[in-house]
């Protein structure tokens, strides 16, 4: 078939870039993906995959590996004031009552995606740095001096992609304002605390929040707190612990226990970005936050990442060498869509009809409606109570809502 004869090359060994080579490969076409890394390792903490992402990972025929080395976050997950005062809980099914969500340290998740994959199709080693395209092909240039050609070239490179440059003029990020402390505590340093669901507290301008990883074995925290004097953007940098317990003194009990136990925390400066106005180029695409790089207040960067790579290949596995470009410009319509409802209230989550609404946040009551200067809070109600659904901060670009 056609399909077969198309060679596509992946530039970025990430969890978008790897899911996106297994649905590529499983729909049968010749697949290479190019990391920048010397080799695929531990980095990063915790990933929280939902619903969304899990049924995707499931039609590949990955649910066992999520469920053998995820953890998964059950009905006691709940939001709380900054107090531990409960607020409401946190829903964990989709729409058909479906179950999955699971707390994954990232490196599990990118190891059992690599090793999905058939031999020699992941090539460490190799950064992207350059690229152009003639007729019908296309061509990567490598820093280490070596090249890639393929029909089409998917960038996956990530947040501060290089390939990026290729599709649109480079853009200056803003700074959100706020920083966000991330890190890992074994559980068995803190056996108390409970590893079956999924834990927000909101406070004034933070937020803090806690699931269980690495099939319950280790708590994955963030935390999210205010800065004044912009900072680089790295989810590497090394932060201060101790800078981190004075951030939230006087929290819950429960997150100053937890927070006794940390030895090392990363520091996370957090940046805006307005949407590209294209994420494809002739036989160039970008996927993942090579295209819609989000806020991690939403915890859809991964989730979103892999629906995109589920819908190229589906647009692709239905169309040969000539509808290359039609099927790339079909994805970006798709999933543009897609990512811009994800990033923001939808009208038929909320209703209108809030009158007796009784939820409380940051001391902020429901009457007939409010405003939230500074969260957005998806609810919804299937025959029953309003629950919340979400609750992030808003930053720029994510506007107040009026319930």
């Avoid at 990391?35 to 995707?56: D, I, K, M």
């Avoid at 200056?172 to 505590?185: H, M, N, T």
């Avoid at 040969?320 to 039609?326: L, S, T």
Wanted: include cysteine.
């Amino acid at each position: 078939m056609a399909k077969a004869r198309l060679k596509i090359v992946i530039v970025g060994g990430g969890i978008s870039g790897l899911f996106t080579a297994k649905a590529l490969s499983s729909a049968g076409f010749e697949v290479a993906v190019y990391e920048q890394a010397p080799a695929l390792g531990e980095v990063g903490a915790g990933v929280y995959l939902t619903p969304n992402s899990v049924r995707q990972l499931q039609r590949l025929g990955l649910l066992d590996e999520v469920e053998k080395w995820g953890s998964r976050v059950g009905p006691k997950s709940h939001y709380f004031r900054h107090d531990g005062a409960p607020i409401a809980p946190v829903q964990v099914t989709d729409s058909s009552g479906w179950s999955a969500n699971f707390g994954m340290h990232r490196a599990d998740l990118v190891e059992f995606l690599a090793r999905s994959l058939p031999p020699g199709v992941v090539n460490c080693g190799h950064r992207g740095v350059g690229f152009e395209q003639s007729g019908d092909r296309a061509i990567v240039k490598f820093a280490n001096g070596n090249t890639a050609e393929g029909d089409i070239v998917i960038a996956t490179d990530g947040i501060h992609s290089e390939l990026r440059q290729f599709v649109v003029p480079p853009s200056k990020p803003v700074f959100s304002g706020s920083i966000a402390y991330r890190g890992l505590v074994p559980l068995s340093r803190f056996p108390e605390w409970p590893m079956d669901r999924w834990q927000m507290w909101l406070g004034d301008k933070k937020h803090f929040l806690a699931f269980p990883v690495r099939h319950g074995t280790i708590i994955n925290y963030v935390g999210f707190v205010p800065a004044d004097a912009e900072m680089k953007e790295s989810w590497s940098a090394a932060g201060d612990p101790d800078m981190l317990r004075k951030e939230f003194a006087g929290w819950d009990p429960r997150i100053e226990s937890l927070l006794k136990h940390v030895d090392h925390t990363f520091r996370w400066a957090l940046y805006d970005r307005d949407p590209l106005p294209t994420w494809t180029k002739g036989r160039l695409t970008l996927l993942g936050d090579a295209a819609h790089p989000m806020l991690p207040h939403l915890g859809q960067g991964a989730n979103q990442s892999i629906e995109d790579g589920m819908a190229l290949a589906t647009l692709l596995e239905r169309t040969g060498p000539e509808g290359i470009p039609a099927a790339l410009q079909a994805y970006e319509k798709l999933r543009r869509e897609r990512v811009a409802e994800v990033g923001i209230v939808g009208d038929a989550d909320l209703e209108v009809g809030l009158a007796d609404l009784a939820v409380e946040v940051h001391g902020l009551p429901a009457r007939n409606g409010f405003r939230l200067s500074r969260l957005q809070v998806r609810l919804h109600r299937k025959g029953g109570p309003w629950q919340v659904a979400s609750v992030f901060p808003v930053g720029h670009g994510y506007p107040a809502i009026v319930l």
